[in-house]
C-alpha cells in the first residue's frame, strides 16, 4: 500500500543553503595563511559531522609544527565565512519544495548537526526564520548525525511516525542518520559531497529542482 507523507524534514547545511563551499574556502584561507594547504581529500570525509574525531585546529598546529591559538583564529574563519555568506540564497527546488509542501497541509522541519548559534542567523539570513514547524539542532539532543536524535526529536515536534515522513540529506552520514530514524531518505549531494557513496540512500538527486515534491513522493511511495 502506498505511503501517505505528512512530512518533510530537511537537514540544514548543504541542503536548505550552500554553507559547505564557503566555509571549506574560509578555512582554507587560514590554512594558506599558514603556508600550509587543506586538501578537499582532508576536509570532505566530515561535512556532515563524518567524524567527531577531526578537529581543524588540532590539524593545522600538526601541520604547522606549532600550536595555534584558537581564540584568534576563530573570529579570523567567521569574518571569512560572512564575506562568503554575504549573497547567499537557498539552493535550487528548497523554495519550491517548501511552498508545495504547505499547499498540501504537510509538516516541515530541520534536523541538523549544528548548533542552535550557526543555523538561527543563517535561517534569518534567507528569509526562513518562521517557516518550519521545527528546528531541532545539535544541542538540542546533545548528539550529531548519524546518531539518530535530532531527527527523533523532529519526528516527534512534527507528530509524525517514521512511516509518515522522509528525509533530505547532502551528506552520507546525514542519510546515516536519518535511517537510523527510521525514515526514508532522498540524498541530494552537495558541490563537495558529489563524489561520496549514497548506496545507504533510497534516492538521490542532484538536485531539489530535478523532480517536483509530488513526483518525488510518489516515487518514494
Not at 31 to 37: A, E, K, N, Q, T
Request: net charge negative; hydrophobic share 40%; with cysteine.
Amino acid at each position: 500500500m502506498p505511503r501517505t507523507f505528512k512530512a518533510i524534514i530537511f537537514d540544514f547545511d548543504g541542503l536548505i543553503v550552500d554553507t559547505e563551499v564557503p566555509e571549506y574556502e574560509a578555512w582554507l584561507s587560514i590554512f594558506r595563511s599558514y603556508g600550509v594547504d587543506l586538501p578537499l581529500s582532508v576536509w570532505t570525509p566530515h561535512i556532515g559531522g563524518g567524524s567527531e574525531a577531526f578537529d581543524i585546529y588540532d590539524h593545522l598546529a600538526e601541520l604547522t609544527g606549532k600550536p595555534v591559538d584558537r581564540d584568534e583564529l576563530r573570529p579570523r574563519r567567521r569574518a571569512a565565512f560572512d564575506k562568503l555568506f554575504e549573497q547567499a540564497v537557498p539552493l535550487p527546488g528548497v523554495e519550491d519544495y517548501i511552498t508545495a509542501a504547505r499547499e498540501r497541509g504537510m509538516g516541515i522541519g530541520i534536523a541538523s548537526s549544528s548548533p542552535r548559534r550557526w543555523v538561527d542567523p543563517k535561517l534569518k539570513q534567507l528569509g526562513l526564520v518562521n517557516t518550519f514547524d521545527t528546528v531541532v539542532c545539535a544541542d538540542d539532543v546533545g548528539s550529531a548525525k548519524p546518531n539518530p536524535a535530532s531527527y527523533r526529536k523532529a519526528l516527534a515536534d512534527l507528530g509524525v511516525t517514521p512511516d509518515e515522513a522522509f528525509a533530505l540529506e547532502d551528506s552520507p552520514t546525514g542519510v546515516q542518520g536519518a535511517k537510523n530514524a527510521g525514515l526514508l531518505c532522498v540524498a541530494v549531494p552537495g558541490t563537495l559531497t558529489r563524489d561520496r557513496s549514497y548506496d545507504h540512500a533510497d534516492m538521490r538527486l542532484e538536485s531539489l529542482a530535478d523532480m517536483p515534491l509530488d513526483q518525488l513522493m510518489e516515487t518514494l511511495s
